[in-house]
């Protein structure tokens, strides 16, 4: 069984889609880290990311690996060094809509997500997973949250995290990806028609968890 999870930056798809994984044996396939970690490895390699010809020719030749481990974060693996945090750090935040609203970057990591999908049961969360990555998903969720509620979970998730940011900061941020990510020529953010819309403003993370296992659970 595929879940596809798609929605916005900050509405806390991560989160949920973590937690359903774990509750229902699932793998678990983050697909916006793979965004990163291409990122990581263009700023690391002094390549530009407006070069969409250089960014191109790195996304062919890039391996990466998201290793679920049982009671922690994900482990994300770039040409088989682990590089879980540095993908969260800023100057990765800043520039990684810009590459992937390359048409040839998408290309090549779609493939790889749909390869993941087939090792078994996963969720996927992204942006294209319901429209594009897995159209025929089994249960399709857009999980979305108000852009003041979305500032204030993404600026608690990166004060966890240990950076020293501030929230005007995250919000241009936020605003700056909304916008690039659903205005792309290829796969913008979008809902699938299919797709069930929970609006996770005023709800916690179990109701929202709760929310999906049940529709999981249900048949059809
Ligand atoms: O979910 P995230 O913030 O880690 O995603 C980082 C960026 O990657 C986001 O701004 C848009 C992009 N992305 C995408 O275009 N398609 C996906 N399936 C996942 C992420």
Redesign the pocket.
Known sequence: MIIAI?GP??AG??TVAKILAKKLGFLYI???????AL?LKALDNHVPVNDEAAVIRLAQGVKIDLINNPDGPLTVMLDGKDVSLA?RQPRI?QF??D???IKEV?QV??QM?REMGRRGDCI??????GT??FPGAQRKFFIDASPGERVNRRYKELNGLGQKVEEQDVAADLAN?DK??ST?QT?P?RQAADAIYIDTTALSIEQVVEKMYNSCKQNG
């Open positions: 798609d930056a900050g798809k991560s983050d697909t916006g880290a793979m965004y990163r990122t993908i935040t990684v809509s590459v992937a609203k998408r990591l779609v997500q996927l969360d992204g942006r294209d997973i594009v990555v990806r690039i990510d792309r796969s953010l």
